[in-house]
């Protein structure tokens, strides 16, 4: 027989079915480890077997210019790339969250969408990553030092465009009509001290069920992102609790935080490649047909080493973003003052993203960046009830 106690309790969370919840957590989980299992095992058998030296070989003899054999290499591989984990793809987008009524997306605007990501992948992965093997070939001693050193105004200019620039080729992107949500939204900023331009409405609903909100732009060009699923199903004073954990983030300077840590970690990943690819190469040129480093047959050399330093690194980078969402919980509750709202929009995003209430510690080490929905909602209570006591 078995007794209570020896049951792990779940946390109850109103409106949630939790045993659904954690068969659409465990199904997800088990095609990411299916994919990533399929993607290393891919890019070991490609550089291995030889086929990417003789990709590259191929490339090369058809290109009017040498210069063109790098990114001709990588756009052939790209393309490969996406069309190896369409599957999975597939199975998640279109089947599992169809199934579990997270998604009402047509297959056919599902494609579309596969097809922009392909196209907008390789319009800006192409020249960066020819640029890369550029560098690594004139700089052999410090390359590493150099792309990792790039990373950094790449990387924030392209926090700030993607919102901007690459987000509307995918969605609608519309001025908030609804005076009374725009005003409250803007008097909640100037409170946090966070000026912004405007609110947009964003159409998210075309492709999940799941709310969101987010920030875009720099200085005075500042806004606030609203997905349709969040004004349509929340609450004002709900969505001023949404707003007011985005507000954290900028007042706090999150994305430094986060943009210092990605370059510490960059910086160790590019140093660990530098050291450790040329002896890879050395060892492997006999099956690989790759002898040195500025060869862009590498490629998959160089996607499972920094995958596996990624690996590595993703229990410090989760366990970082974890801290610093708490954190922002925390402030959301004190600036709207209304802690009982707070506890509902964490209890609405639950129901209505089918968040698994009590995950394993395991997957929370790995690959959580917020703290568990459950803990989120437990943490705002007590912090509510010591705000009281204030």
Same mark, same amino acid.
């Given at each position: 027989?078995?007794?209570?106690?020896?049951?792990?309790?779940?946390?109850?969370?109103?409106?949630?079915?939790?045993?659904?919840?954690?068969?659409?957590?465990?199904?997800?989980?088990?095609?990411?480890?299916?994919?990533?299992?399929?993607?290393?095992?891919?890019?070991?058998?490609?550089?291995?077997?030889?086929?990417?030296?003789?990709?590259?070989?191929?490339?090369?003899?058809?290109?009017?210019?040498?210069?063109?054999?790098?990114?001709?290499?990588?756009?052939?591989?790209?393309?490969?790339?996406?069309?190896?984990?369409?599957? !999975?793809?597939?199975?998640?987008?279109?089947? &599992?969250?169809?199934?579990?009524?997270?998604?009402?997306?047509?297959?056919?605007?599902?494609?579309?969408?596969?097809?922009?990501?392909?196209?907008?992948?390789?319009?800006?992965?192409?020249?960066?990553?020819?640029?890369?093997?550029?560098?690594?070939?004139?700089?052999?001693?410090?390359?590493?030092?150099?792309?990792?050193?790039?990373? &950094?105004?790449?990387?924030?200019?392209?926090?700030?465009?993607?919102?901007?620039?690459?987000?509307?080729? !995918?969605?609608?992107?519309?001025?908030?009509?609804?005076?009374?949500?725009?005003?409250?939204?803007?008097?909640?900023?100037e409170r946090a001290g966070v000026p912004i331009a405007d609110v947009y409405r964003m159409d998210m609903s075309r492709?999940?069920?799941?709310?969101?909100?987010?920030?875009?732009?720099?200085?005075?060009?500042?806004?606030?992102?609203?997905?349709?699923?969040?004004?349509?199903?929340?609450?004002?004073?709900?969505?001023?609790?949404?707003?007011?954990?985005?507000?954290?983030?900028?007042?706090?300077?999150?994305?430094?935080?986060?943009?210092?840590?990605?370059?510490?970690?960059?910086?160790?990943?590019?140093?660990?490649?530098?050291?450790?690819?040329?002896?890879?190469?050395?060892?492997?040129?006999?099956?690989?047909? &790759?002898?040195?480093?500025?060869?862009?047959?590498?490629?998959?050399? !160089?996607?499972?080493?920094?995958?596996?330093?990624?690996?590595?690194l993703a229990p410090l980078m989760a366990a970082a973003s974890r801290a610093i969402e708490a954190r922002t919980d925390?402030?959301?509750?004190?600036?709207?003052?209304d802690a009982e709202a707070y506890v509902r929009v964490l209890t609405n995003l639950a129901v209505q993203s089918l968040?698994?209430?009590?995950?394993?510690?395991?997957?929370?080490?790995?690959?959580?960046?917020?703290?568990?929905?459950?803990?989120?909602?437990?943490?705002?209570?007590?912090?509510?009830?010591?705000?009281?006591?204030?």
């Amino acid at each position: 027989m078995t007794h209570p106690e020896d049951v792990e309790s779940e946390p109850t969370i109103p409106g949630l079915d939790a045993r659904r919840a954690k068969r659409h957590s465990r199904l997800r989980l088990a095609l990411l480890f299916g994919r990533t299992a399929v993607s290393t095992g891919a890019m070991a058998w490609f550089a291995l077997s030889g086929r990417s030296a003789r990709l590259r070989t191929r490339v090369e003899q058809r290109m009017p210019d040498d210069r063109l054999t790098v990114p001709g290499y990588l756009a052939v591989a790209s393309v490969g790339a996406a069309i190896a984990s369409l599957p !999975f793809e597939a199975v998640r987008d279109l089947v &599992v969250e169809r199934r579990y009524g997270l998604s009402k997306q047509t297959t056919a605007g599902w494609a579309g969408d596969q097809i922009k990501g392909l196209a907008v992948n390789l319009v800006v992965g192409l020249p960066l990553t020819t640029g890369a093997f550029w560098v690594i070939r004139r700089r052999p001693r410090d390359w590493w030092f150099v792309l990792a050193s790039a990373t &950094v105004p790449v990387s924030v200019v392209f926090a700030q465009l993607a919102p901007v620039v690459l987000m509307p080729i !995918f969605n609608r992107f519309d001025v908030l009509q609804d005076e009374t949500v725009q005003r409250r939204i803007r008097d909640l900023s100037e409170r946090a001290g966070v000026p912004i331009a405007d609110v947009y409405r964003m159409d998210m609903s075309r492709q999940t069920e799941k709310p969101n909100a987010f920030f875009a732009g720099l200085g005075r060009t500042k806004r606030i992102v609203l997905s349709d699923t969040l004004l349509d199903r929340f609450e004002p004073d709900e969505i001023e609790g949404v707003v007011a954990h985005e507000l954290g983030h900028q007042v706090h300077g999150d994305i430094w935080r986060l943009t210092a840590l990605g370059l510490a970690a960059g910086y160790g990943v590019s140093y660990l490649a530098h050291r450790v690819m040329p002896r890879l190469v050395e060892a492997t040129k006999g099956r690989t047909g &790759v002898e040195t480093l500025d060869d862009v047959a590498s490629v998959p050399l !160089f996607a499972l080493v920094a995958s596996t330093a990624g690996f590595a690194l993703a229990p410090l980078m989760a366990a970082a973003s974890r801290a610093i969402e708490a954190r922002t919980d925390r402030y959301a509750v004190r600036l709207t003052g209304d802690a009982e709202a707070y506890v509902r929009v964490l209890t609405n995003l639950a129901v209505q993203s089918l968040a698994d209430p009590n995950p394993s510690r395991l997957v929370v080490f790995f690959l959580y960046s917020h703290p568990p929905i459950a803990r989120r909602i437990a943490e705002a209570r007590s912090f509510m009830r010591t705000i009281a006591v204030e």
